[in-house]
């Protein structure tokens, strides 16, 4: 948990200096596949991830992923993503360097891409001249291609004295999409285990942090929170690739009727 007791430290110092832009350095991972790996997840529906990034010298696996289904492209928290084709839409669940990138934002915009984000995150925003929507946790939108609950996404535990890295007061949010073909997914952001979202149901596949360390839920919370939600596929994010042993452990604590799906694929 080196990484994580470094990485705390980081964005603690970050957020005194304009939540970490200075601070924290995002790159693209030496030990990324070059091949962006992908699964099914309904028919014409799949989940995309570009793998590894580095922050600052820790090569991480992120929360960044595209999710596609009939006509539609989503991108939730693009943070280096390569060789990509335009959003359609592209949500942000909040304004820290690792799940938001305006150099990745900017490359994925066209004419009518629509941008959805919360209220952090549209304060980096202002130069983008795309639709922006600002959002809040526990609301509902309804979109031409799918429609969207908004969960709450905070931490419960401290990262140093009283400082948490995710607030409740910033708003930040994780997202319940649901598409046309009746497939609902939902991404958690950065968030602890928390009662908000623990009446969350009919969930077909959860993206869950499990790096714990005072940012998010652990492997254990993790586990919990999937085994309650009961989803037919989880897929573990926000950790770092070394620690295999976190994969191990959410592994054998999630219900073994779920499926497991390890997107990092070291290189």
Same mark, same amino acid.
């Not at 999409?177 to 009919?202: F, M, Q």
């Given at each position: 948990?080196?990484?994580?007791?470094?990485?705390?430290?980081?964005?603690?110092?970050?957020?005194?200096?304009?939540?970490?832009?200075?601070?924290?350095?995002?790159?693209?991972?030496?030990?990324?596949?070059?091949?962006?790996?992908?699964?099914?997840?309904?028919?014409?529906?799949?989940?995309?991830?570009?793998?590894?990034?580095?922050?600052?010298?820790?090569?991480?696996?992120?929360?960044?992923?595209?999710?596609?289904? #009939?006509? $539609?492209? +989503?991108?939730?928290?693009? /943070?280096? @993503?390569?060789?990509?084709?335009?959003?359609?839409?592209?949500?942000?669940?909040?304004?820290?360097?690792?799940?938001?990138?305006?150099?990745?934002?900017?490359?994925?915009?066209?004419?009518?891409?629509?941008?959805?984000?919360?209220?952090?995150?549209?304060?980096?925003?202002?130069?983008?001249?795309?639709?922006?929507?600002?959002?809040?946790?526990?609301?509902?939108?309804?979109?031409?291609?799918?429609?969207?609950?908004?969960?709450?996404?905070?931490?419960?535990?401290?990262?140093?004295?009283?400082?948490?890295?995710?607030?409740?007061?910033?708003?930040?949010?994780?997202?319940?999409?649901?598409?046309?073909?009746?497939?609902?997914?939902?991404?958690?952001?950065?968030?602890?285990?928390?009662?908000?979202?623990? #009446?969350? $149901?009919? +969930?077909?596949?959860?993206? /869950?942090? @499990?790096?714990?360390?005072?940012?998010?839920?652990?492997?254990?919370?993790?586990?919990?929170?999937?085994?309650?939600?009961?989803?037919?596929?989880?897929?573990?994010?926000?950790?770092?690739?070394?620690?295999?042993?976190?994969?191990?452990?959410?592994?054998?604590?999630?219900?073994?009727?779920?499926?497991?799906?390890?997107?990092?694929?070291?290189?």
């Amino acid at each position: 948990m080196e990484f994580y007791r470094f990485y705390s430290l980081t964005l603690f110092a970050g957020l005194m200096v304009n939540q970490g832009c200075t601070m924290v350095k995002i790159t693209i991972s030496e030990k990324r596949n070059p091949i962006p790996q992908q699964v099914t997840i309904g028919e014409k529906t799949t989940l995309t991830t570009w793998g590894a990034i580095k922050v600052n010298n820790a090569h991480f696996f992120p929360s960044s992923f595209q999710l596609k289904a #009939d006509n $539609a492209t +989503i991108y939730i928290d693009p /943070v280096e @993503i390569e060789n990509v084709e335009p959003a359609d839409y592209i949500l942000i669940t909040h304004a820290h360097p690792d799940h938001f990138s305006l150099k990745d934002i900017n490359g994925l915009l066209k004419e009518e891409t629509k941008i959805i984000c919360s209220k952090g995150a549209s304060k980096k925003l202002r130069k983008v001249k795309s639709q922006i929507q600002i959002v809040k946790p526990n609301q509902r939108l309804e979109f031409e291609d799918f429609s969207m609950e908004t969960t709450f996404a905070y931490n419960t535990k401290s990262v140093f004295l009283w400082i948490k890295a995710h607030p409740k007061s910033k708003e930040n949010v994780g997202y319940v999409i649901t598409l046309k073909n009746g497939r609902r997914v939902y991404h958690a952001g950065d968030t602890d285990y928390i009662p908000e979202i623990e #009446d969350l $149901a009919e +969930i077909d596949v959860v993206l /869950v942090p @499990i790096g714990g360390d005072n940012l998010t839920m652990n492997t254990r919370e993790a586990a919990m929170i999937v085994n309650k939600i009961e989803p037919n596929m989880v897929i573990p994010m926000h950790y770092e690739i070394k620690n295999s042993d976190e994969l191990n452990q959410f592994g054998a604590l999630v219900n073994e009727r779920i499926r497991i799906v390890t997107l990092n694929s070291e290189y």
